[in-house]
């Protein structure tokens, strides 16, 4: 015991210290004055995946201020696949960089405007996120991307029992995969809104979270409501 106490000392005395790096972005960006993403989105490629193409828009336009590189996917339900985001990609220079999910949940009916299928067979809207986040995950490792993020943001939450159940469902999943895919250099955060809060001031807390500030908040998620 005594052997193993001194030999232990003598490590800490002569041995080599490793320095762990935390996961940050190091690199000085332009100066952008308009930018929530510190213009760390400035000439990366963002992938939008959303259920409304009217809020789609409003995000497109948001990137498009942080000079960002971007394309829009439309999905009402959970059939996204590689081949989306590649069609999605042909017009931009490279892979994607970074991915906004956005889920409006401003129906209770998953039939009508969410997924297709049966509101007994898929009651939780967060299933969306999921799906869309089996798909993007896969891209974003094999491809080898840089620091990739992806931020998934529910809109138009009501005080109803359904959205609650599903906000906290969305809540815990970003949490739990936030874990698990950091471990692959993937962050993972969300942005959950209640139907109160102005779109813009919604485009411009996912665009924080999806750019360098958003490493220091992997696995959370910021409740918005008015």
């Not at 809020?55 to 009402?76: D, H, M, P, Q």
Request: charged share 20%.
């Amino acid at each position: 015991m005594v052997l193993i106490k001194i030999w232990h000392v003598i490590k800490r005395i002569i041995g080599k210290k490793k320095y762990l790096f935390p996961m940050y972005d190091r690199n000085n960006y332009p100066i952008n004055k308009k930018t929530y993403s510190g213009a760390s989105l400035e000439t990366l490629n963002v992938l939008i995946v959303c259920n409304n193409q009217d809020v789609g828009l409003e995000f497109e336009e948001r990137l498009c201020i942080e000079n960002a590189n971007y394309s829009l996917v439309f999905k009402t339900d959970d059939s996204l696949d590689e081949n989306n985001m590649s069609v999605a990609a042909e017009k931009l220079v490279g892979k994607f960089n970074k991915i906004i999910n956005i889920v409006d949940f401003k129906s209770n009916s998953l039939d009508m405007n969410i997924i297709q299928c049966k509101k007994n067979d898929c009651s939780d809207m967060s299933r969306l996120f999921y799906q869309w986040m089996q798909i993007e995950s896969n891209y974003l490792i094999n491809n080898n991307i840089n620091m990739p993020t992806i931020t998934n943001v529910g809109i138009n939450f009501s005080d109803s029992v359904d959205d609650t159940i599903a906000k906290g469902n969305t809540v815990s999943m970003i949490r739990g995969l936030g874990t698990s895919l950091g471990k692959h250099g993937v962050i993972v955060n969300g942005v959950q809104a209640c139907k109160t809060v102005p779109i813009n001031v919604i485009t411009k807390t996912t665009v924080y979270l999806n750019g360098k500030y958003g490493y220091i908040l992997a696995g959370e998620s910021i409740n918005m409501n008015e």
